[in-house]
């Protein structure tokens, strides 16, 4: 059964760095896309970008080029959403997932990042 | 702005059927086969519904379609049940941007 696992919730202030991770497992996890989607409280899903495990091949989207980075460590089969600096608009729930024909085929359970002073 | 049209919301009475649209373009929807829908209940994941426009995921329910013609994409949930009630998003390969993958903004159902 293929499983993605996320890192759990995070509360933290404006200008700290924060590195949040997801695991995947029950698949050869080098082989296939994985993406990270923001969901602000409220709204719909955005793509942020996606990384290939095999070679670390990384897209961004253009709005969130600069402000996150997206890596993996496929030794451990696991992904990373990291940030340097945040801000309270950071506050969201983001989920990866796996790609399949594409898009988004399994999820993981999100992780809540809220920013407040 | 979202790149995929989807109504903001539909409703429906239990047993009926309701069809939600998402509307793209010819550098997504309309011109390759890689349309999704998912499913997302208030505070969980989004979960596959349809993937490749009409092919459902092992567990997922037969009374979930999808479709295609031009541009639009359709989801069509027959007899409806209360616990259909929930956020749905189509999602497309697309070639104008990167990367190549575009949202829509979400339809609410709502089960009467």
């Known amino acids: 059964e293929v499983q993605l696992v996320q890192s759990g919730a995070e509360v933290k202030k404006p200008g700290e760095p924060l590195k949040i991770s997801c695991k995947g497992s029950?698949?050869?996890?080098?082989?296939?896309?994985i993406g990270w989607v923001r969901q602000m409280p409220g709204k719909g899903l955005e793509w942020m970008g996606t990384?290939?495990?095999?070679?670390?091949?990384?897209k961004y989207r253009p709005s969130f080029q600069g402000h996150v980075t997206i890596s993996v460590d496929k030794s451990i089969n696991t992904a990373y959403l990291q940030w340097s600096s945040l801000k309270a608009s950071d506050t969201a729930m983001y989920y990866c997932?796996?790609?399949?024909?594409?898009?988004?085929?399994?999820w993981g359970q999100g992780t809540l990042v809220t920013v407040s002073s | 702005q979202s790149a995929l049209t989807q109504p903001a919301s539909v409703s429906g009475s239990p047993g009926q059927s309701i069809t939600i649209s998402c509307t793209g373009t010819s550098s997504d929807v309309g011109d390759y086969n890689y349309v999704s829908w998912y499913q997302q209940h208030p505070g969980k994941a989004p979960k596959l519904m349809i993937y490749d426009v009409s092919s459902r995921p092992s567990g997922i329910s037969s009374r979930f379609s999808g479709s295609k013609s031009g541009n639009t994409a359709s989801l069509t949930i027959s007899g409806l049940q209360a616990e259909d009630a929930a956020d749905y998003y189509c999602?497309?390969?697309?070639?104008?941007?990167?990367?190549?993958?575009?949202f829509g903004g979400g339809t609410k159902l709502t089960v009467l």
């Open positions: 029950g698949y050869f996890f080098n082989s296939y896309w």
């Open positions: 997932a796996k790609l399949g024909s594409y898009l988004p085929f399994s």
């Open positions: 990384i290939y495990p095999g070679d670390s091949d990384t």
């Open positions: 999602c497309s390969y697309t070639t104008s941007t990167t990367p190549p993958v575009v």
